[in-house]
């Protein structure tokens, strides 16, 4: 079993930073994708960005160029960097990890306001 346990979040202005970090634990698969996916109120669930365990990274084309995803194999975490953030950021973002099972966090609110 993998528990990945969300980190960050929280409230900023639309042009302000916010730091997300996921960390696995458990008997994780060390061939592995990771990454977020939000959803916003009255939407479906999107992929956000990913991250495998070559680095190899996959990003929206909402967030390309203002979201940084990386990943520390080490630590077995994930992180993503959101800059720019704009109002229709604002979503829970949970953390995933792929592997032979699909394993996924609780989530963690990221609000943007205008």
């Known amino acids: 079993q993998v528990q990945l346990v969300e980190s960050g979040g929280g409230l900023v202005q639309a042009g302000g930073s916010l730091s997300l970090s996921c960390a696995a634990s458990?008997?994780?698969?060390?061939?592995?994708?990771m990454g977020w996916y939000r959803q916003a109120p009255g939407k479906q669930r999107e992929l956000v960005a990913r991250i495998a365990s070559s680095y190899s990274t996959n990003y929206a084309d909402s967030v390309k160029g203002r979201f940084t995803i990386s990943r520390d194999n080490a630590k077995n975490t994930v992180y993503l960097q959101m800059n720019n953030l704009k109002p229709e950021d604002t979503a829970v973002y949970y953390c995933?990890?792929?592997?032979?099972?699909?394993?996924w966090g609780k989530g963690t609110l990221v609000t943007v306001s205008s």
């Open positions: 458990g008997s994780i698969i060390s061939t592995n994708i």
């Open positions: 995933f990890l792929w592997s032979r099972t699909d394993y």
